[in-house]
């Protein structure tokens, strides 16, 4: 399997706190006194506050596909949504190589329009031109299989027929990043077959998916990693099996009310959980990590505070890290703790010419991390929210044509892995069917 | 993925460089959020056309009511104040001077009420994808837009029909520039109120109390002068409504014949563009909190 530590980032997450305030009827919320009364007035019993995601920490990478699972209300769909960008978090934030594509063009359609109108206007609603969008027709057409029921108006169409022109107008976009939110689960088992396939060549193409379907089993089959979500955190996050695994045992556990089990599960996975810590290097960091006193702009900074007004969580965060690596502790762990670590004082190594600055420095401390983010630093490749990035090379000349051609390789070749494993996994179940076939109508009869 | 575990149970997903990565959702430049409005103005008019087809195909005369609804408003807003009330005395040509000003006033009240309630209506599609949002306000008023039309159409023809005869001059064609000038206007009030309604949902019930108010206040069915004669304070205030601007331009080129006031352009010309700049900035500057609902 490949290692996907060495591609390169496309959705870094980094503390992302997202709460509501929703009004309740439940009696203990209820207000005292005056707000009480004002609230009777108004006509509402007590307002609470929901914690949607306490801190969720998350990269994911190129050509990796992630699968969310998660018991309802955990906040995978908040998730997405503010991966998407449709929504901003409370605090922490949200970085994206490209902008995301939720699979929710549903809103964008029209029930009593035809299924061929709702293409074009699904694919001028995901940002296609005029031209593209009558280029993507076929594709879509194809890609939906819905033969003459294309013409019928798209109120007409069963659950599972609307999931299967969605899906293929989201895909007409070519997003890079691909957010499915418990979509492909009413498709029937040839679209579920094409959908893999063209999910498989945009993975190959360097994209993203992050996948949130309760089925485990399809978890397991289709991704390469998963995410385990509870009350807004992530508990569990690894290998698609393994996550998936955990996770199925702890629903059946629950759904057949063996709540010890399930919470002793739980437990279990919480204690050995880890809040994971992200540390975003901004690229000023990377390149010059100039000390402080050197780099104080307050004139700049104060004309432009208007724009970073809103930004004022992210810095928070920022010294939350920041003070993390400051501290004196060695950041190397050694095998076991008993030994007594020295205390640590960073020698004065000669500095690489490049890095060297004029100004005097303290060597007692690191350089303080500065992960304010900068207007004028942040790098904008995509500045220009509408660019999808898919034209970097054209598919007609030399390096898109090889590029094409490897990423149907690769996506042939997870294609033929899959069929492999599934048809072991297939003999696997005639075999067993063939043994339990028999008890059954024992039974019956 | 491989995870590097320390003695304290701490695994960190090693450093990730922030490099190439842009935050999502935030709000852009003013000059890159125009370029992503305009490459989405294809998808606005579908969209308005869209509505507006599948809201028609529901009945059965179709595009038909696009043409009748304004009809018979006519003939109901002349059956009470032509012909019981008797408001006309000393307007000439009652009827035409009636059906412009409520044809014309309706056209910016739809958009009032629809502005306001813009991105409460599109919360699916905001919750959807990624689009700029000022694109809802936009397209109620582009549909409004497109319904103005037909009943536009309705206008000349019953204008031209009905006796008492319009006198015509070139003066006719300055009607071009008045709906452009209102439209402008529309745009930017939809705008204005659509932040303002999001935030303020309790507005929508207010709309429809202001937006009666202003239809008075605008002289739809009442000349302005000839009433508040004895309250000069209060008529030189409603020279400065810009709906009453935008009417008495529209009645003078289409009825009567007459040159406009070149004081009634300027205040309709300010409006227009200022509303526009104004409400439109506004709203931009709301644009990451639309999500949230």
């Known amino acids: 399997m490949v290692d996907f530590e060495l591609h390169d980032p496309t959705i870094v997450a980094e503390n992302v706190q997202v709460r509501y305030t929703v009004s309740t009827n439940d009696p203990s919320h209820r207000a005292k006194g005056l707000r009480r009364l004002s609230n009777a007035i108004v006509g509402r019993r007590g307002q609470t506050t929901v914690r949607a995601l306490r801190g969720v920490n998350f990269v994911a990478r190129e050509g990796e596909m992630v699968g969310i699972v998660g018991a309802n209300g955990s906040g995978k769909s908040t998730f997405l949504r503010n991966l998407a960008g449709v929504e901003q978090p409370d605090r922490g934030r949200i970085l994206v190589r490209y902008q995301p594509l939720l699979l929710g063009v549903s809103a964008a359609l029209q029930p009593a329009l035809s299924g061929s109108e709702n293409v074009r206007l699904g694919c001028l609603a995901m940002g296609l ?287 033929q892995l899959r069929q492999m494993r599934r048809s072991d996994e297939e003999a696997g179940v005639e075999r067993k069917r063939y043994d339990s076939v028999p008890e059954v109508s024992g039974d019956t009869l | 993925m491989s995870e590097t575990k320390n003695p304290l149970g701490l695994s960190s997903i090693p450093s990730v460089s922030s490099e190439g990565l842009v935050p999502v959702g935030r709000r852009t430049s003013l000059r890159s959020y125009l370029g992503a409005l305009w490459n989405r103005r294809h998808f606005i008019v579908a969209e308005s056309r869209a509505k507006m087809s599948s809201s028609t195909r529901k009945n059965l005369l179709g595009y038909g009511w696009l043409f009748l609804n304004p009809l018979l408003s006519v003939l109901a807003y002349w059956f009470i104040f032509g012909y019981i009330l008797q408001t006309q005395r000393g307007i000439d040509n009652f009827l035409g001077f009636l059906v412009v000003g409520v044809f014309f006033f309706s056209f910016t009240s739809k958009c009032m009420t629809g502005g306001t309630g813009a991105i409460r209506s599109g919360a699916s599609m905001i919750k959807g994808f990624q689009f700029p949002r000022a694109a809802l306000p936009i397209s109620t008023v582009v549909r409004n837009f497109l319904d103005f039309m037909p009943t536009l159409l309705v206008m000349v023809i019953v204008l031209v029909v009905v006796p008492p005869l319009e006198v015509i001059t070139w003066r006719i064609a300055l009607v071009v520039p008045v709906i452009i000038l209102q439209t402008l206007f529309n745009v930017g009030l939809a705008c204005f109120l659509a932040r303002l309604g999001h935030k303020f949902p309790d507005l929508t019930n207010l709309m429809s109390i202001i937006s009666r108010f202003w239809f008075y206040g605008s002289g739809v069915f009442f000349s302005i002068e000839d009433r508040l004669g004895n309250h000069p304070m209060l008529l030189e205030a409603m020279q400065y409504n810009p709906m009453h601007a935008y009417l008495t331009i529209a009645r003078n080129s289409l009825l009567y014949g007459l040159d406009s006031d070149p004081k009634m352009w300027v205040v309709g010309a300010v409006w227009a563009f200022g509303l526009l700049i104004v409400g439109f900035l506004f709203f931009w500057r709301g644009e990451e909190n639309y999500g949230r609902l």
């Open chain 1, 129 to 415: 031109s005029p031209a593209e969008a009558t280029e993507a027709f076929d594709y879509v057409v194809e890609l939906s299989a819905l033969g003459a029921a294309i013409h019928r108006p798209m109120g007409t169409y069963s659950s599972g027929m609307g999931a299967r022109l969605r899906f293929a107008i989201a895909l007409a976009a070519r997003p890079k990043i691909l957010l499915i939110d418990e979509a492909l689960s009413t498709g029937d088992a040839t679209f579920a077959e094409r959908s893999e396939r063209a999910m498989d060549e945009l993975l190959a193409e360097a994209g993203t998916v992050l996948l949130v379907n309760h089925a485990a089993k399809v978890i397991q089959e289709l991704c390469t990693r998963a995410v385990w979500m509870h009350k807004g955190e992530i508990l569990m996050n690894g290998p698609a099996e393994a996550v998936a695994e955990k996770y199925r045992w702890w629903a059946w556990n629950v759904a057949k009310g063996n709540e010890q089990i399930a919470d002793k599960l739980l437990h279990d996975v919480v204690s050995n959980a880890v809040r994971e810590e992200i540390d975003v290097l901004e690229p000023e960091l990377i390149k010059n990590p100039i000390p402080r006193h050197a780099a104080r702009r307050r004139k700049k900074l104060i004309r432009n505070s208007r724009h970073v007004k809103r930004r004022t969580s992210s810095t928070r965060i920022g010294e939350a890290s920041s003070s993390a690596v400051q501290t004196d502790k060695p950041q190397v762990w050694p095998e076991n703790l008993d030994i007594e670590v020295p205390k640590a004082t960073f020698p004065a190594l000669p500095k690489p010419a490049s890095q060297t600055s004029n100004g005097p420095r303290s060597h007692n401390e690191l350089p303080p991390l500065r992960l304010r983010p900068k207007d004028s630093k942040v790098v904008l490749r995509a500045e220009n929210p509408e660019d999808r990035a898919s034209t970097v090379a054209a598919s007609d000349d030399l390096t898109g044509r090889r590029l094409s051609s490897r990423a149907r390789e690769m996506a042939e070749d997870r294609y």
